[in-house]
């Protein structure tokens, strides 16, 4: 079992200082990656040479038309999948060569990951639920933190409640609580207001938004929402396998006028 590296965790009080050294590393660096499924004619190049680095404590939207690699992209730098080419580095650590059962520890130790379906267990309270992880890695909670979390994400009152007894958005909250537990080096959302109504998915996403700011999470969602996008403090759009504009401080009609131009 790996141990939980405190040098991963994110910096108290929002992000990583650059040092005189230069500036922060990333959290995350995709360095020329490609994602090919299948072989010969079939084949289809899903993501195509994708290089970016995600700096620690910032909050990253993967946007564009369907079919256009996100969830592809998503997955490689999160290691739920392998590349077909190139790397993923967490810290100094490399996704792509490393073994099934250390990328299965790395991802439980240092990822967190929210989906749109919330994904919790029935059976086991909000508690539980957000402790999971920390049981399943051997680790005892740590209770001053599991307050805290509970508190930031406004479940106070709900802990005990099982995730049928709960809204969509106190679900999420488990989800994003869950997530977090672990201080983990990157959170990895996928739609994660895509279930939720308007007004709920909003409070996630101030939520989110609120992570990243206030713990220096560093965090990374696909969306096919620009109002969610626009909590970001940067939107990568892909298009056919390829990232072809970064676009900083977006608005969410900004946002909704580039996914035009690109067919999304
Ligand atoms: N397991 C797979 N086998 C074969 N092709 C795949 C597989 N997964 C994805 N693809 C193809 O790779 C390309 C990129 O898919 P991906 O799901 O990453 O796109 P996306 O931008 O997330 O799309 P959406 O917005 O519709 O979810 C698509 O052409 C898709 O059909």
Redesign the pocket.
């Known amino acids: 079992m790996t141990n939980f590296d405190p040098a991963l965790a994110p910096a108290a009080g929002g992000g990583t200082v650059p040092t005189a050294l230069g500036p922060p590393e990333p959290a995350i660096r995709v360095d020329q990656v490609t ?1 090919r ?2 072989r010969g004619r079939s084949a ?4 195509r040479g994708v290089s970016v680095d995600l700096p620690t404590g910032s909050f990253t939207a993967i946007m ?12 490689c730098a999160a290691g739920l999948d392998r590349p077909t080419s190139g790397r993923v580095l967490l810290g100094a650590d490399d996704l792509t060569t490393m073994s099934e059962s250390r990328l299965t520890r790395l991802r439980r130790d240092r990822i967190g990951f929210v989906f749109q379906s919330f994904n919790l267990i029935p059976a086991l309270t909000a508690r539980q639920n957000i402790t999971l992880p920390l049981r399943l890695a051997g680790r005892r909670a740590d209770r001053a933190w599991l307050t805290e979390l509970v508190e930031r994400v406004g479940l106070a009152q709900r802990i005990g409640h099982r995730p049928t007894e709960m809204s969509g958005g106190q679900q999420q909250r488990v989800a994003i609580a869950r997530a977090l537990i672990t201080r983990p080096a990157v959170v990895f959302g996928d739609e994660p207001t895509g279930a939720l109504d308007l007004a709920t998915g909003k409070e996630i996403l101030t939520l989110l938004r609120e992570v990243v700011d206030t713990l220096g999470q560093t965090l990374v969602m ?1 969306t ?1 929402d620009p109002v969610a996008a626009s909590y970001a403090d940067r939107v990568l759009f ?1 298009a056919d ?1 390829s990232i072809v504009e970064g676009m900083d401080g977006p608005t969410a009609d900004a946002v909704a006028a580039r996914l035009t131009r690109l067919g999304g």
Do not use: F, I
């Open positions: 994602r499924y299948g289809v190049d899903a993501l564009g038309p369907s079919g256009s690699g996100k969830s592809t992209l998503l997955q696909v096919h892909l396998g």
